[in-house]
């Protein structure tokens, strides 16, 4: 799928989908030379079961901020 970075806050990409809907994503993630404007490929893939402590880790992580890049 295509998305369009809409525009950059705080460190964190807005896409507007292809296909309607939106990504959020930190500017660390966005391929180089990728700005507001751009157009990207975006795909995804299954990783597979995660242990649940593994996603309590994570859940928690995200939550308390870490995956911010300011």
Do not use: K, Q, T
Not at 5 to 27: H, K, Q, S
Request: no cysteine.
């Amino acid at each position: 799928m295509r998305g369009f970075i809409d525009r950059v806050e705080d460190g964190v990409a807005v896409l507007l989908l292809d296909g309607g809907g939106r990504a959020y994503l930190p500017i660390g993630a966005l391929p180089a030379g990728a700005n507001a404007g751009s157009l990207i490929d975006v795909s995804l893939s299954a990783l597979g079961p995660m242990p649940v402590e593994e996603i309590a880790d994570l859940i928690e992580r995200l939550r308390g901020g870490e995956h911010r890049h300011d």
